[in-house]
């Protein structure tokens, strides 16, 4: 069992930037897969990134914009989001998938979190 704890959302302005964190619990917090997800009002639940041991792995609305790193000694996870857009603004939520492949669809994860909301504004 793993659970997970977002953290670090917020009101920010278009241009600006947060920090997101998602504290794991489990002692098998490095074998997972870590997934980035976010859901805007009415819309469906979208992937946003996802990171394991070898690499990350972005929708391409995010990338070069957001950045998903993992600490394993900590067993936390953090999306780093710069130049952010109105359209970004979503609850984000993290997920946890056992194994080592790469999936961006939501059912593909194990695990979440209650996720944390970030809006954008104009």
């Known amino acids: 069992q793993v659970q997970l704890v977002e953290s670090g959302g917020g009101l920010v302005q278009a241009g600006g930037a947060l920090s997101l964190s998602c504290a794991a619990s489990g002692r098998t917090f490095s074998t997972y897969v870590m997934g980035w997800f976010r859901q805007a009002p009415g819309k469906e639940r979208e992937f946003v990134a996802a990171i394991r041991l070898s690499g990350t792995y972005y929708a391409d609305s995010v990338k070069g914009r957001f950045t998903a790193s993992r600490d394993n000694a900590k067993n936390t996870v953090y999306l780093q989001m710069n130049s952010l857009k109105p359209e970004d603004t979503a609850v984000y939520y993290c997920?946890?998938?056992?194994?080592?492949?790469?999936?961006?669809?939501?059912?593909?994860?194990?695990?979440w979190g209650q996720g944390t909301q970030v809006t954008v504004s104009s």
């Open positions: 997920a946890a998938r056992r194994g080592a492949t790469w999936a961006t669809a939501p059912h593909a994860y194990d695990y």
